[in-house]
Every structure is written in structure tokens, then in C-alpha cells.
């Protein structure tokens, strides 16, 4: 489970440095100009991003593009090889131009495309937001039937090649991370709860690689509705039923406060995303619906302890005032509770 808060802003000054020191040292350019120069890129929760373009850039770094600074190493590492790994298998994510540990800029770094298009929050008119909404089913949809179609040797032979073993990628690794955070907060209800969910796993399917987080905000869309998926930190090989679970619960949830009288029209609209969403689905194999209940109280359980960690000041999960899983916490933990009396209640 990678931490969730990004590190301090870094001075823009700081970042044009190090631009030009990786750029130069990759290109053999002496001279650079910035076109535009480095601006944060707003909505992360994890990385710091910036938007930079180069004036007359040297081969490899042409066009609008993206640095992205990752506070944990090891996440880092995996995150851009997997990115690499599936951008060259053609799916549609942006295209990795350099990789780096902490130098120059004190975090591991990324440098990639800059993808075409915007996420649903800076959708400019509400017109937009609205057309957006309507396609949003759809899109997510697609975005996970074409994942988890991906093949996996081959995803796995190009990991192994930069260095990132299939296990580094599987699900029982995020699992018993979550374990450790919910035995750190020393709550005994999700202790109970984590230990019901691992008795309880149904069987497993055939792995497909997933990506953890297919939201508005992680899909960027342009006027044609053509999409490009990003933000890979939370990926890993699992059952389909991951993405498709995360998803729901997500809209589910509710994550941003809806004005005062429209949380219910609020609530059956967000169910209707998710229902259409998952009939549009298309992935390898048919949804299993035992599956899809058990990732979706995992997911509750993530959101439970870390809001419960982060009110405790542990440091494995510092979340911002705004983070949306503080406003998400109070129905995962109803729903997560619900799932455990619904599991213990006589079956006749």
C-alpha cells in the first residue's frame, strides 16, 4: 500500500535545475529554454506533478510534457516500469521519456508525455461536466475491459527486464501491507474486520494486471472521447473484480460533500453510473459476483484504516484535511459493517 500524501511543494526554481540537468545529461543538449515553463499540475493526492514544455527540445523530449516526483522509492520503481511496460503493449497511457532515483530532485522522478485531454473537475463548462457524465459509464468500462485483456507474459517479460518481479506486483502484497497499518492502529474492530475478510476470500480467478484506481480524475478525455489512463502506483495482478469494485464503491461512497437536500437524487445517480458501468464491462471473463462483494469490503476497510491511521497521527497514512477518503470513512465503515452481519445472519 503506497503512502498516501505527497511530499512538500518544491520550489519551482529547484525543479527548472533539475530539469535541465537530467535533460542535458539524457540528450547531450548543452543549451535549453523553457517554452513553458514547470507549473504544478493540481489533483494528486501522492506525487508532486508539473507541466513544462521545451523550446526547440533535443530528440526524445519534444512536445508537452510531465515531471512527476514520488515520495517512496520502491513504489517509484515499480509504478514506471509498469507504466513502460504497458504503453509499449499499446495501451493507452502516457509514454515514460526518463526514470531517476533522488538526484536532482531529492525524490524518485518520472518523465512522460503529457496526455491530451483533461479529467472530469476541469471540465470548463458544466455543459461539459454533464456530457462527461453521461459517457462516464462507458469510458470506465473501456478503460478496464482493455487493462485486463493486457496479456501477462508478456507484461511480466518486460517487467523482468527493468528489473520488477511478477510477485513485487501481486495482490497479497497490498494485502498484508493493509494488515500491518490496521494492526498499527490497534483497533480491534478492524482487526475482526480484516480477519473476516481473509477467511472469507472467495477463489480466485485468472490473474489480469489491474490498475487500483480508475476514477474521473485518473482518465483523461478529449473533445473526441478519446481517453488515456493514468497514475499506476496502485497496480497490481488480481482478479478483474478489483477494478471494477474500487470503482463502484468510489462513486458509491460519495467522496465530495453534495448539497444540502440532494444527497438521495445524489445517491441513485451515482448508483446508476456504476450499474451501467459494470453492464458495459467487457473484460476477459464474466464478473463474479461473490468476488466483486469481497473486494468492494476491501476497499471499505482501506478507507476505514486509514482515516482511522491518519486521525491517529500514525505516519503510514497522513491524509490532507480535504482528502476524500475523510468524507468517505463514515458510509465504508456503515457499509463494511453491514457486509459482516449480512455474512453472520442464518442463511433459510
Given at each position: 500500500?503506497?503512502p498516501?500524501?505527497a511530499?512538500?511543494?518544491?520550489?519551482?526554481?529547484?525543479?527548472?535545475?533539475?530539469?535541465?540537468?537530467?535533460?542535458?545529461?539524457?540528450?547531450?543538449?548543452?543549451?535549453?529554454?523553457?517554452?513553458?515553463?514547470?507549473?504544478?499540475?493540481?489533483g494528486?493526492?501522492?506525487?508532486?506533478?508539473?507541466?513544462?514544455?521545451?523550446?526547440?527540445?533535443?530528440?526524445?523530449f519534444?512536445?508537452?510534457?510531465?515531471?512527476?516526483?514520488?515520495?517512496?522509492?520502491?513504489?517509484?520503481?515499480?509504478?514506471?516500469?509498469?507504466?513502460?511496460?504497458?504503453?509499449?503493449?499499446?495501451?493507452?497511457?502516457?509514454?515514460?521519456?526518463?526514470?531517476?532515483?533522488?538526484?536532482?530532485?531529492?525524490?524518485?522522478?518520472?518523465?512522460m508525455?503529457?496526455?491530451?485531454?483533461?479529467?472530469?473537475?476541469?471540465?470548463?463548462t458544466?455543459?461539459?461536466?454533464?456530457?462527461?457524465?453521461?459517457?462516464?459509464?462507458?469510458?470506465?468500462?473501456?478503460?478496464?475491459?482493455?487493462?485486463?485483456?493486457?496479456?501477462?507474459?508478456?507484461?511480466?517479460?518486460?517487467?523482468?527486464?527493468?528489473?520488477?518481479?511478477?510477485?513485487?506486483?501481486?495482490?497479497?502484497?497490498?494485502?498484508?501491507?493493509?494488515?500491518?497499518?490496521?494492526?498499527?492502529?490497534?483497533?480491534?474492530e478492524?482487526?475482526?474486520?480484516?480477519?473476516?475478510?481473509?477467511?472469507?476470500?472467495?477463489?480466485?480467478?485468472?490473474?489480469?494486471?489491474?490498475?487500483?484506481?480508475?476514477?474521473?480524475?485518473?482518465?483523461?478525455?478529449?473533445?473526441?472521447?478519446?481517453?488515456?489512463?493514468?497514475?499506476w502506483?496502485?497496480?497490481?495482478?488480481?482478479?478483474?473484480?478489483?477494478?471494477?469494485?474500487?470503482?463502484?464503491?468510489?462513486?458509491?461512497?460519495?467522496?465530495?460533500?453534495?448539497?444540502?437536500g440532494?444527497?438521495?437524487?445524489?445517491?441513485?445517480?451515482?448508483?446508476?453510473?456504476?450499474?451501467?458501468?459494470?453492464t458495459?464491462?467487457?473484460?476477459?471473463?464474466?464478473?463474479?459476483?461473490?468476488?466483486?462483494?469481497?473486494?468492494?469490503?476491501?476497499?471499505?476497510?482501506?478507507?476505514?484504516?486509514?482515516?482511522?491511521?491518519?486521525?491517529?497521527?500514525?505516519?503510514?497514512?497522513?491524509?490532507?484535511?480535504?482528502?476524500?477518503?475523510?468524507?468517505?470513512?463514515?458510509?465504508?465503515?456503515?457499509?463494511?459493517?453491514?457486509?459482516?452481519?449480512?455474512?453472520?445472519?442464518?442463511?433459510?
Amino acid at each position: 500500500m503506497r503512502p498516501p500524501s505527497a511530499s512538500a511543494a518544491t520550489d519551482v526554481g529547484d525543479i527548472e535545475s533539475g530539469l535541465c540537468d537530467v535533460i542535458r545529461t539524457r540528450s547531450g543538449a548543452r543549451e535549453l529554454r523553457f517554452a513553458k515553463r514547470p507549473t504544478p499540475v493540481r489533483g494528486g493526492y501522492w506525487a508532486e506533478i508539473f507541466a513544462f514544455e521545451l523550446a526547440a527540445a533535443p530528440r526524445g523530449f519534444g512536445g508537452e510534457l510531465i515531471l512527476r516526483l514520488m515520495p517512496e522509492p520502491e513504489v517509484a520503481r515499480r509504478e514506471t516500469a509498469l507504466q513502460t511496460a504497458v504503453a509499449e503493449l499499446g495501451f493507452p497511457t502516457p509514454r515514460v521519456r526518463a526514470t531517476g532515483g533522488a538526484e536532482p530532485f531529492g525524490r524518485p522522478y518520472a518523465i512522460m508525455d503529457r496526455a491530451p485531454g483533461h479529467t472530469f473537475d476541469k471540465s470548463p463548462t458544466m455543459a461539459a461536466k454533464l456530457a462527461r457524465l453521461w459517457r462516464l459509464p462507458g469510458l470506465l468500462a473501456a478503460a478496464q475491459s482493455r487493462l485486463h485483456a493486457l496479456p501477462i507474459a508478456s507484461l511480466e517479460a518486460r517487467l523482468a527486464h527493468r528489473g520488477v518481479e511478477p510477485g513485487e506486483l501481486a495482490h497479497d502484497v497490498a494485502i498484508g501491507e493493509l494488515g500491518e497499518l490496521v494492526q498499527a492502529t490497534g483497533s480491534r474492530e478492524l482487526a475482526n474486520a480484516f480477519d473476516w475478510l481473509v477467511a472469507t476470500r472467495p477463489p480466485r480467478g485468472e490473474p489480469v494486471l489491474t490498475h487500483g484506481d480508475v476514477h474521473p480524475n485518473n482518465l483523461l478525455v478529449d473533445g473526441g472521447g478519446v481517453w488515456t489512463l493514468i497514475d499506476w502506483s496502485n497496480a497490481c495482478f488480481a482478479d478483474p473484480e478489483r477494478d471494477v469494485a474500487f470503482t463502484s464503491e468510489l462513486f458509491e461512497l460519495r467522496p465530495l460533500r453534495l448539497p444540502r437536500g440532494t444527497g438521495a437524487l445524489g445517491d441513485a445517480l451515482l448508483h446508476e453510473i456504476t450499474r451501467r458501468m459494470r453492464t458495459a464491462y467487457a473484460g476477459p471473463a464474466p464478473l463474479d459476483r461473490a468476488r466483486l462483494a469481497w473486494y468492494r469490503a476491501l476497499y471499505q476497510l482501506r478507507i476505514a484504516a486509514r482515516v482511522t491511521a491518519a486521525e491517529l497521527s500514525l505516519p503510514e497514512a497522513a491524509l490532507g484535511a480535504s482528502h476524500p477518503n475523510r468524507e468517505m470513512a463514515p458510509r465504508a465503515w456503515a457499509r463494511l459493517r453491514a457486509a459482516r452481519a449480512a455474512s453472520r445472519a442464518p442463511r433459510g
